[in-house]
């Protein structure tokens, strides 16, 4: 099939995505155009865990603001080191000392970390953090230097960033591959016939502790809720 736009590519792509994700044991969500701060990948699929997300339902109701982003930022900061106090905490965030109480407040109430006086620690991630891994896509039909250029962007946040195109001559996919082999990103083709194949998978695999992390982790808590 030849598509006309980009959007139809994606669309084409995502359809695909919903199928072969109810074949499989696992949880996906799939999400299009997700604002990272540093653009916004053409498709982002979400594996979770529905357990965590379960135990955590009763901390978020329908008045619960989304979490803020000094909050993503507190948590991939907490999330990787012990005891920390809010002083450390507030200077690492520069925030106020109001700030910081509104913050800790947030964080609290959104069951993602405990405190003790004046230290504050991350509750641990296998109670906390339903993302288990985040693949995201940048789909061109003919731009691939440009997908690639944005592809390795958001290696920031997850190592499994992939470029995602139409199948071409073999030709031009070794000239694709190889660049993408040098930027440590994945290449894969899709058609509607013959279904997704890789044929350069990302240098690295799994999750990247980031506030994006973390904001995707509390935002798919809240269509959960």
């Given at each position: 099939m030849t598509w006309v736009t980009e959007t139809d590519f994606v669309n084409s792509f995502v359809n695909l995505m919903y199928f072969e994700k109810n074949q499989k044991r696992y949880y996906y969500k799939i999400w299009r155009e997700v604002n990272t701060g540093f653009g916004k990948p053409d498709v982002v699929v979400i594996?979770?865990?529905?357990?965590?997300?379960?135990?955590?339902?009763?901390?978020?109701?329908?008045?619960m603001p989304p979490l803020s982003t000094k909050a993503a930022y507190a948590m991939s900061y907490l999330s990787s080191r012990r005891w920390v106090s809010t002083e450390k905490l507030g200077n690492f965030l520069l925030c106020s000392r109001s700030?910081?109480?509104?913050?800790?407040?947030?964080?609290?109430?959104?069951g993602l970390v405990r405190t003790n006086g004046h230290l504050i620690k991350a509750n641990p991630k296998s109670e906390i953090l339903a993302v288990n891994r985040l693949w995201v896509f940048e789909a061109k039909l003919f731009q691939w230097k440009t997908a690639i250029e944005q592809a390795e962007r958001h290696l920031w946040f997850t190592k499994d960033s992939y470029?995602?195109?139409?199948?071409?001559?073999k030709s031009l996919i070794d000239l694709i591959s190889l660049e993408c082999k040098?930027?440590?990103?994945?290449?894969?083709?899709?058609?509607?016939?013959?279904?997704?194949e890789t044929v350069v998978h990302s240098a690295e695999t799994g999750l990247k502790n980031s506030p994006i992390l973390w904001m995707i982790n509390e935002k798919l808590l809240e269509e959960f809720k």
């Open positions: 594996e979770y865990k529905p357990d965590i997300l379960e135990s955590r339902i009763n901390f978020i109701h329908s008045k700030q910081l109480r509104s913050l800790v407040e947030e964080l609290t109430d959104r470029v995602l195109m139409p199948s071409e001559k040098k930027r440590g990103i994945g290449l894969s083709f899709f058609n509607e016939k013959s279904g997704l």
